[in-house]
């Protein structure tokens, strides 16, 4: 998996390393004052230029908007396939994103999968055999499943070769939680059982993804970037700042020889 990430949003959101998987790349945005619009993907939350920072992230793995899926997020399990038919969903208006879900997957070449965050885990998944998939894993979605669900819809012939990026999200330092949330997040993911640097009751949600992912036969999962809130202003946090904007992530599937003409990858039942 190759990674593509300009000089301002290495700043903003650090640089990874490959991964081995060279027909994918992924990048992940950050906040910068050299980016368009400090680089607020976001059509609804808050301020800048939101289509001229989408245009940016996608140039860093060689796509357009219009070669763009993005979600409605909606805090659930919910995962969707799309394929080239779906390119230009919600890229230049959130009423035209996919509706319903916080998870997407696609195995076709040059479909550019969106995730938005400012808190919440961007989880980016390859399969060197077959698709690529993106989730937003909150609180939420990590009680309800969406990982468990994103790997489900990508159906690996082999877990185990599938390779994982989690990006910059709010850590169990900053993350505090009532007791009772926590508690209930730590019962149903023990992995997520964390305190703030200060004492108090909190969650490590990217711990907890990963935990998931491990279970599931994943034998490869990075994590980019720090904690978002503890990070702030370089990057958007919900936390530090309500509805200062998102960060973009992304991933993209490129044909893996030269003049193959795009070409849907093997995917369930194909």
Do not use: K
């Not at 690529?132 to 012939?157: I, N, S």
């Amino acid at each position: 998996m190759s990674v593509g990430v300009g000089t301002e949003q290495r700043r903003a959101a650090g640089a990874p390393g490959g991964l081995g998987v060279p027909e994918a790349r992924v990048a992940f945005g950050g906040r910068h004052p050299s980016l368009p619009g400090e680089g607020n993907v976001s059509l609804v939350v808050g301020d800048g230029e939101p289509l001229a920072a989408r245009r940016a992230l996608l140039a860093e793995v060689g796509a357009g908007i219009d070669d763009a899926v993005f979600m409605e997020q909606v805090h659930g399990a919910a995962v969707a396939s799309v394929g080239r038919e779906d390119r230009g969903r919600g890229a230049h208006g959130h009423d035209q994103a996919v509706s319903g879900v916080d998870g997407l997957v696609t195995f076709d070449d040059d479909v550019a999968l969106v995730v938005m965050t400012a808190d919440c885990v961007p989880v980016l998944v390859a399969d060197p055999r077959g698709g690529v998939g993106v989730a937003h894993a909150g609180r939420a979605g990590v009680l309800a499943g969406v990982v468990p669900a994103l790997l489900a819809a990508l159906a690996p012939r082999d877990p185990a070769a599938l390779v994982a990026m989690l990006g910059p999200a709010i850590d169990g330092c900053c993350y505090e939680l009532d007791a009772e949330a926590a508690e209930a997040l730590a019962t149903a993911q023990p992995a997520a059982a964390a305190r703030t640097t200060w004492g108090s009751p909190s969650a490590d949600l990217r711990r907890a993804v990963a935990a998931q992912l491990a279970a599931a036969g994943v034998a490869r999962v990075e994590t980019v970037g720090g904690c978002t809130r503890c990070t702030h202003p370089t990057r958007f946090s919900h936390r530090a700042e309500p509805g200062a904007g998102r960060q973009g992530s992304v991933i993209v599937r490129r044909p893996s020889r030269a003049g193959v003409d795009g070409g849907a990858l093997a995917g369930p039942g194909r």
